[in-house]
């Protein structure tokens, strides 16, 4: 970690020649940025690191894979997700820098470039963290989802994955790209999305099947934020027991079981004492009716920010 944190240091040192260098007379947006390196390979999209030239400094590139350069829908999905992570400006959020189109004509966004690491991989050593530095994951996972669900918008896929500790403490809900929002007008189905055309479709579900809700695997046209705290839930769960809430690797059978099956209680599976409080509201997140769960992120934060131990 040491070596981590002084190769970070060096990287992000600033120097005159960087800081000063004039602009050039005529910007070409289409030259302003280089020096690409591949980090991750999603679904449909790609993620690079690439040098600002105006700016001089490293940022995260993200666009479609080359396949889904001319699908309208994943298009769409791109550009909202650019969007979306713009517009939602708080903490627990990564920072949204410019949204444009490559000398191709494909879209691309650009984003803060963090250092750091999922919570799955925080997860594979898992006995190295107390209780406490757990839960203040979630607290902030929870204070993302509470600003994003006041502004209209469910992230609808909360795994491991999509949660990023950085060097500096900081805790950031990643990849809104199958985020919902609403028109303003809801009666007005012509003006329906092609994306929730799509999602409403007999297709491939949209997101990571162990974390879904079950209104989510239903495609319930009135999902809203308490899906998100089903999918908290269950990364909660799996803090406090070193496993999912439900198991298998065959995708119809997890289905039916998240849609009618209640999950062991963390306290009598844990290998480590769960205090009672937490025990609790991992089951109530996990409740198959949303009426049943906390009916907000701040019911959740309140709950957390608890004596439990």
């Not at 350069?69 to 949204?96: F, G, Y």
């Not at 006041?150 to 990023?164: A, M, Y």
């Not at 496993?243 to 062991?264: A, C, K, M, N």
Request: hydrophobic fraction near 35%; aromatic fraction near 8%; proline fraction near 7%.
């Amino acid at each position: 970690m040491p070596e981590f944190s002084q190769q970070i240091a060096e990287e992000a040192r600033l120097y005159a020649e960087e800081t000063d260098a004039p602009l050039p007379e005529k910007l070409n947006p289409n030259t302003r940025y280089a020096f690409f390196s591949h980090i991750a390979k999603g679904g449909k999209s790609l993620i690079k690191s690439c040098r600002d030239l105006h700016l001089r400094r490293t940022v995260c590139y993200k666009t479609l894979r080359p396949e889904f350069v001319d699908d309208p829908v994943e298009t769409q999905r791109l550009l909202r997700e650019a969007r979306i992570s713009a517009m939602l400006q708080h903490p627990n959020t990564i920072p949204t820098y410019e949204l444009g189109r490559d000398n191709r004509g494909n879209y691309y966004f650009t984003m803060k470039l963090v250092h750091g690491y999922t919570l799955r991989e925080v997860m594979n050593y898992r006995d190295r963290y107390d209780l406490s530095q757990l839960m203040d994951l979630i607290v902030q996972v929870a204070r993302a989802l509470g600003y994003a669900h006041s502004r209209g918008v469910v992230h609808r896929d909360i795994k491991p994955e999509n949660i990023l500790v950085g060097p500096y403490g900081e805790v950031l809900v990643l990849d809104w790209g199958l985020a919902k929002v609403w028109p303003k007008d809801a009666t007005m189905e012509a003006d329906e999305s092609i994306i929730d055309e799509a999602d409403a479709g007999e297709g491939k579900l949209q997101g990571t099947v162990m974390y879904m809700s079950p209104e989510q695997i239903d495609r319930d046209p009135g999902i809203d934020g308490r899906s998100d705290l089903y999918s908290l839930g269950s990364i909660l769960y799996e803090l406090l027991c070193g496993q999912t809430p439900f198991q298998g690797d065959v995708v119809h059978s997890l289905l039916e079981q998240i849609r009618s099956d209640i999950p062991p209680d963390p306290r009598t599976i844990s290998k480590i004492p769960v205090p009672d409080v937490l025990a609790e509201l991992a089951m109530s997140c996990l409740q198959k009716a949303p009426e049943n769960r906390p009916a907000t992120a701040d019911d959740m934060l309140r709950i957390l920010r608890e004596d439990w131990g």
